[in-house]
């Protein structure tokens, strides 16, 4: 088991709701990436932050937003959410710049919009 | 877009057998290799990773093979379990590109 913990893990929003989800890092870590997994998909990458700035994007659009805090754990914001939203939301905690590309995953937020 | 193209998309083995699972990419900067491992209702978990400055890597079972002039890499499962029906991913490069998954059955 890594030492990165998600909430919730589960979670039923209605189209145009608003959602934030919660990531804690593994112990040390202080960057923090967020995907997003499609069943039967491979996580695409939303974002990353490292020491409280977004440190890279990936093809999302800007209605995805996050917040890092000075423990280094982390929020990802999802607004007006649309049916294609449902999928598993993961977190992943590293230390890249001391060269540990290793990434350490939570179990993830299950989030449905129906 | 760099792309990662992983095949093939589902295996099933008998127990024992030596499922191999493969990996391409475009970005030559990537210098780190490595594959996670996901059962289902977790988050992927590392399971072995390797450096553009070695070309086969070996943990217990699992082996890493890399060729850097065909920018590939290769998982081999040697002596495959039951245990190790999962979903694999290559991600390589710092996790910003995940390929699209390799489903194993492993039959007793």
């Known amino acids: 088991e890594t030492g990165v913990t998600q909430s919730p893990t589960h979670l039923i929003k209605t189209r145009g709701q608003q959602v934030t989800l919660r990531c804690s890092s593994q112990s040390g870590h202080n960057t923090v990436s967020w995907y997003q997994q499609a069943l039967g998909q491979g996580p695409q990458f939303i974002f990353q932050?490292?020491?409280?700035?977004?440190?890279g994007r990936g093809n999302f659009p800007p209605r995805f937003s996050g917040l890092q805090f000075p423990n280094y754990s982390s929020e990802l914001n999802v607004n007006a959410l649309e049916l294609d939203d449902s999928a598993l939301y993961l977190c992943?905690?590293?230390?890249?710049?001391?060269?540990?590309?290793?990434?350490?995953f939570g179990s993830g937020t299950q989030l449905s919009v129906l | 877009q760099q792309q990662v193209k992983q095949s093939p998309q589902s295996l099933i083995v008998q127990k024992g057998g030596i499922p191999i699972i493969n990996c391409a990419y475009e970005?030559?900067?990537?210098?780190?290799f490595p594959w996670y491992q996901q059962f289902p209702g977790k988050g992927p978990a590392l399971l072995i990773a390797i450096r553009p400055d070695v070309s086969e890597k070996k943990e217990g079972r699992f082996t890493i093979s890399f060729n850097k002039s065909a920018k590939q890499f290769s998982l081999h499962i040697m002596d495959s379990q039951p245990g190790d029906s999962a979903t694999y991913f290559c991600?390589?490069?710092?996790?910003?590109?995940f390929g699209a998954g390799t489903r194993l059955t492993v039959k007793p």
């Open positions: 932050y490292y020491r409280e700035e977004e440190n």
């Open positions: 992943a905690s590293s230390l890249p710049r001391q060269g540990d590309e290793k990434l350490f």
């Open positions: 991600a390589p490069g710092a996790g910003m590109r």
């Open positions: 970005n030559t900067a990537f210098d780190y």
